[in-house]
Nanobody, 124 residues
């Protein structure tokens, strides 16, 4: 069983920055592909960014390319999402997800473990 705990959400003005963290309680964190999803009110959950086990491969949704950066520290069992140039449309609950895989996983259905989510609100 893998437990994921997100932190770093909050209220920020448009153009500001936040860094989300997701700490995983698992001994073999480096064996897991990780991702950040988000869900805005009334909308479906969508993939924001994903990273493979080593951090050597990443994926970004078109809406966040050039603004968000995903990274991981396998020694700390933590994945990060640096969010710069935030826009009101980035407002959502952000979820961390994990699955036992070495590749880059971009489908929500392939993730086995999910965090509780952290709220990000961007004011205009």
């Amino acid at each position: 069983q893998v437990q994921l705990v997100e932190s770093g959400g909050g209220l920020v003005q448009a153009g500001g920055s936040l860094r989300l963290s997701c700490a995983a309680s698992v001994r073999t964190f480096s064996h897991y592909a990780m991702a950040w999803f988000r869900q805005a009110p009334g909308q479906e959950r969508e993939l924001v960014s994903a990273i493979n086990w080593s951090g050597g491969r990443t994926y970004y949704a078109d809406s966040v390319k050039g603004r968000f950066t995903i990274s991981r520290d396998n020694a700390k069992n933590t994945v990060y999402l640096q969010m710069n140039g935030l826009k009101p449309e980035d407002t959502a609950v952000y979820y961390c997800a994990a699955t036992y895989a070495s590749g880059l996983i971009t489908k929500a259905g392939e993730y086995d473990y999910w965090g509780q989510g952290t709220q990000v609100t961007v004011s205009s």
